[in-house]
T-cell receptor
Framework: AQSVTQLGSHVSVSEGALVLLRCNYSSSVPPYLFWYVQYPNQGLQLLLK??????LVKGINGFEAEFKKSETSFHLTKPSAHMSDAAEYFC???????????FGTGTRLQVFP | NAGVTQTPKFRVLKTGQSMTLLCAQD?????MYWYRQDPGMGLRLIHY???????AKGEVPDGYNVSRLKKQNFLLGLESAAPSQTSVYFC????????????FGPGTRLTVT
């Protein structure tokens, strides 16, 4: 069965530092991949998605992710963290012929001044 | 557009009581989903629907029932609440097929005492 692993339940960075949130998936066929962000007491909103067009995907708020088939990874990065980036981030995968998303367990990002 | 809305936002139940959570979407989406979110476990799919009048079980369906009588509404029922059902519940909707992202509601925080 499809699964998603997010390494690190908590990540802390200083404002202005690089943000790197890790996501690995298990699938023999490249799936569709998503990153969602959840701000406190809110629902999830889409940051970006990979649907096999380009391997480097740019999203909102300066985030981007690179699909690496050889590593079965879809890590999320942002060159310079901002205080407003503090939130929980979820990686999710959808197989091409299914109706469902499988979510990782989430990574909480803290940004220190 | 209101997007995806959920009512109520908060609820406290006693063990054994019943309740219904309402999800409504105004994007004409075919697919709708109910998730629960618990600390350290990400989002887990309870039930979902691929169209009006259809429902299917997700990963954690026990203790819940759903109905999709109208395309825009998806109801989640708890017939006899248990403390293990204390959670935050999210509804989502999407166009068909895994390539499309899901749009999430703001969530309902349910406590069962």
């Amino acid at each position: 069965a499809q699964s998603v692993t997010q390494l690190g339940s908590h990540v802390s960075v200083s404002e202005g530092a690089l943000v790197l949130l890790r996501c690995n998936y298990s699938s023999s066929v490249p799936p569709y991949l998503f990153w969602y962000v959840q701000y406190p007491n809110q629902g999830l909103q889409l940051l970006l998605k990979y649907t096999s067009a380009a391997t480097l995907v740019k999203g909102i708020n300066g985030f981007e992710a690179e699909f690496k088939k050889s590593e079965t990874s879809f890590h999320l990065t942002k060159p310079s963290a901002h205080m407003s980036d503090a939130a929980e981030y979820f990686c999710a995968v959808s197989e091409r012929n299914t109706d469902k998303l499988i979510f990782g367990t989430g990574t909480r990002l803290q940004v220190f001044p | 557009n209101a997007g995806v809305t959920q009512t109520p936002k908060f609820r406290v139940l006693k063990t054994g009581q019943s309740m219904t959570l309402l999800c409504a979407q105004d994007m004409n989406h075919e697919y709708m989903y109910w998730y629960r979110q618990d600390p350290g476990m990400g989002l887990r799919l309870i039930h979902y629907s691929v169209g009006e009048g259809t429902t299917a079980k997700g990963e954690v369906p026990d203790g819940y029932n759903v109905s999709r009588l109208k395309k825009q509404n998806f109801l989640l029922g708890l017939e006899s609440a248990a403390p293990s059902q204390t959670s935050v519940y999210f509804c989502a909707s999407s166009y068909p097929a895994g390539i499309y992202e899901q749009y999430f509601g703001p969530g309902t925080r349910l406590t069962v005492t």
